[in-house]
């Protein structure tokens, strides 16, 4: 099996997807949880340290801003977030994962800890706006490597565990900020600095544990290296069985054959998504939407109802917080295990609706006027424990029902949909159906939290109705890839069946290589 045949045009059987879907639980995968999924981590930690320092950089002895320009920076990280999705997207499924997810890292360490450097304020857009970048880009290449390195068993749970440790970050931005912000303890001129260098500080750490961990053999399986993809899974096989781990045997119904696939094209994205797998599209719009909707409506505003209606102080608000993070984080750490043992459908049905459900009776109750500060912040723990898990779902979702030569891509189209979006849409609306004065009038928004429970149901419904049963599934049976002829044994591939190209790489006329079949069958064509 070499990749000079692969060269010459001829189809390849592959076993790296079978061998890799076989791999026992062991440290080897949770070097990859903690190394990959630190991303989710900063992200949210970056999130909450900006919300906390926006007030202490409107003081003289900062940078001396004003409100609007606070408001600019968290719109300026949001674009950089957006635009870093797209552009390195593109390059993680052209590069590959490894050399994305190491460079998308350094981005994001460069620039938040310059940011802690700004001496006025277009340093400060600047930096953010970079830094924004790196952790966009950082969605995509880690939503692939993941989805790619993590045996199938356990795709779904690790997938959204690691998702929902967004808020795990946001904790630890909560904590960091009461002691760095807390002018008996730091000087104001230094405090906001530090915050800065927070993320960049745990960054760090985990930089040199990614260069340990090898790039994605299905990648490298899909772009016409396969004999270094065979060698990547002969090593980490080998480190499995050092840790104690026992392997399957795998036989040749379960290779899966390739060709040298020629870079996908913008043009034959929008094919793929639009064409062969528009009804998978609709879905990732869909879910992903919805949840950011629900997520950015709530969160963004969350501060400003409890202020505005039950007259907390600043400081209590960012007392309330904490339980709001905890129960975002318990929800996907606590039900993901389910989407792979229940199923990826009845789950995000489940979640969604529940949500929904208890957020609609939350509207009823605040417009009644019977809820309290607590009771209230209690009620939306409740509606995100389940919506925290969907939400992860959303991403999950969007990440392995495309083909893996686009996989990259469609993770950072759909993100990028959704926090522009959810990101711009939903914290203006909901900011303007809260009233103005003391004890305002609860009526518009009550609306408000009746349309957004009524949004995440109907994104249930249609996860319901157009999802897929991933749930121990090979990512190449969910999608086909690209590069993919047929597979021994006559294993069905679900959605569409993409076309192959003609040609390879190098212009050459491809001519795939048909298994015979066993004896007492008949040939297995691709359906």
């Known amino acids: 099996m070499s990749d000079q045949a692969l060269e010459h045009g001829k189809a390849i059987p592959s076993l790296v997807p079978a061998r890799m879907d076989r791999l026992p639980w062991t440290k080897f995968h949770w070097m990859i949880v903690v190394g990959l999924g630190v991303s989710w981590i900063l992200d949210g930690l970056e999130i909450q340290l900006v919300s906390l320092v926006g007030n202490v950089l409107k003081e003289t002895e900062t ?21 870093g999705a797209l552009f390195f997207g593109r390059l993680t499924d052209r590069l590959g994962r490894r050399n994305l997810f190491i460079v998308t890292l350094l981005v994001y360490l460069i620039a938040s800890g310059a940011a802690g450097l700004s001496w006025n304020l277009y340093s400060l857009l600047f930096f953010r706006f970079v830094a924004g970048m790196g952790i966009g880009g950082e969605y995509a290449a880690i939503n692939s490597a993941i989805d790619e390195l993590i045996p199938s068993k356990y795709r779904g749970r690790v997938d959204i565990g690691i998702n929902g440790t967004y808020w795990g970050g946001a904790l630890i931005g909560s904590a960091v900020g009461l002691v760095l912000l807390n002018t008996d303890i730091v000087a104001i001129e230094w405090g906001w600095r530090l915050c800065f260098l927070m993320g960049p500080v745990l960054g760090l750490a985990i930089i040199f544990l990614r260069r ?20 990547t899974v002969d090593a980490i096989e080998a480190k499995v069985r050092e840790q104690g781990g026992e392997l ?31 009804s998978r599209s609709f879905l990732g719009f869909s ?26 102080s600043d400081s209590s608000v960012a007392l309330y917080f904490f339980p709001f993070a ?111 004065g003391e004890n305002p009038a609860r009526g518009p928004l009550t609306v408000g939290y009746i349309i957004g429970a009524a949004v995440m149901l109907a994104g249930g419904l249609i996860a319901w109705f157009f999802g897929v049963d991933a749930e121990g599934q090979s990512l190449e049976n969910i999608a086909k890839p690209l590069s993919a002829t047929s597979r021994a044994g006559g294993t069905r591939f679900q959605g569409a069946t993409p076309r192959l190209p003609s040609t390879d790489a190098q212009g050459r006329r491809i001519t795939p290589v048909k298994p015979e079949p066993e004896q007492g069958q008949p040939p297995q064509d691709e359906p």
Not at 63 to 83: D, H, K, N, P
Not at 347 to 356: D, E, H, R, V, W
């Open 248 to 278: 399957r045997a795998v036989g040749d119904d379960e290779a899966i054959e390739v060709v040298d696939y020629p870079p996908v094209t913008y043009r034959e994205i929008a094919r793929v998504m639009l064409r062969d797998y528009k």
């Open 212 to 231: 340990h961990i090898p790039e994605s053999p299905r990648w490298l399986m899909t772009h016409g290296r396969v004999e270094e993809a065979e060698r």
């Open 63 to 83: 940078l001396g801003l004003t409100t609007a320009q606070v408001g600019l920076m968290g719109s300026i990280y949001l674009a950089g977030e957006v635009v």
């Open 326 to 436: 905890i129960g975002n984080l318990a929800g996907p750490l606590l039900l993901g295990h389910l989407f792979d043992t229940i199923g990826r459908r009845k789950m995000i049905l489940s979640t969604y609706g529940l949500s929904a459900i208890v957020l609609f009776i939350t509207a009823l109750l605040f417009n009644a006027g019977v809820l309290s500060a607590a009771t209230l912040t209690g009620l939306w723990c409740v509606v995100f424990f389940f919506a925290s898990a969907g939400a992860s779902s959303a991403y999950l979702t969007v990440s392995e029902i495309f083909p893996i030569e686009l996989r990259g891509q469609a993770i950072s189209f759909f993100f990028a949909i959704s926090q522009l979006t959810g990101g711009v849409v939903a914290p203006f609306l909901f900011a303007s159906l809260i009233g103005e």
């Open 287 to 312: 879910m992903m939407v919805t949840q950011a909707f629900l997520y950015n409506a709530i969160f963004f505003t969350y501060a400003l109802v409890l202020k505005s209606y039950f007259g907390l």
